[in-house]
T-cell receptor
């Protein structure tokens, strides 16, 4: 069974700083997807970024980028020029076949 | 707005009761997933339907059941409710049966008293 581990329960940075959230996973599969979801205080789950395991190039979405290290089974999220609206829980998720397996989340606070 | 709708937003009921949560997927999405988010268990996959058929089961209790109708909306039925069933229940949808990104609805917060 796949497992996803987020080792940072909480993080806090100043507005405009860059922050990196860590995620590691365990799987014996070769083809899969990895995702970062954001859950703000509204509790809505918002897809931030997606990475296909077969792609070597790291995914980027505006201020959000990932560092995907397949051999190390590592998938970190970098948020550049952080904004107050980035304050949220961030969940790393492993996707294979029919379901997503989520990590326990990292609570990120952006301070003014 | 993800395009996935869920009703009701909040539900308060007593132990032993039965409730039905409803989900409408994004236009064009054939696959519906149900997840439970609780403080102690985190986000857990419950069940998936694709075009009306059950495709995968996760940590879903026998007291829980779901179905997907011809118009592709889905319902999650929770019966003999216990205090521990209090949680946020999410529905998500995707175009294909697996591997693609899933878009989540706003969730239904269930409180069992």
């Amino acid at each position: 069974a796949q497992t996803v581990t987020q080792s940072q329960p909480e993080m806090s940075v100043q507005e405009a700083e860059t922050v990196t959230l860590s995620c590691t996973y365990d799987t014996s599969e070769n083809n899969y997807y990895l995702f970062w979801y954001k859950q703000p205080p509204s509790r809505q789950m918002i897809l931030v970024i997606r990475q296909e395991a077969y792609k070597q190039q790291n995914a980027t979405e505006n201020r959000f980028s990932v560092n995907f290290q397949k051999a190390a089974k590592s998938f970190s999220l970098k948020i550049s020029d952080s904004q107050l609206g980035d304050t949220a829980m961030y969940f790393c998720a492993f996707g294979r076949a029919q379901k997503l397996v989520f990590g326990q989340g990292t609570r990120l606070t952006i301070n003014p | 707005d993800s395009g996935v709708t869920q009703t009701p937003k909040h539900l308060i009921t007593a132990t032993g009761q039965r409730v039905t949560l409803r989900c409408s997927p994004r236009s064009g999405d054939l696959s519906v997933y149900w997840y439970q988010q609780s403080l102690d268990q985190g986000l857990q996959f419950l069940i998936q339907y694709y075009n009306g058929e059950e495709r995968a089961k996760g940590n879903i209790l026998e007291r829980f059941s779901a179905q997907q109708f011809p118009d592709l909306h889905s319902e999650l039925n929770l019966s003999s409710l216990e205090l521990g069933d209090s949680a946020l229940y999410f529905c998500a949808s995707s175009v294909v049966a697996g591997g693609n990104e899933q878009y989540f609805g706003p969730g239904t917060r269930l409180t069992v008293t």
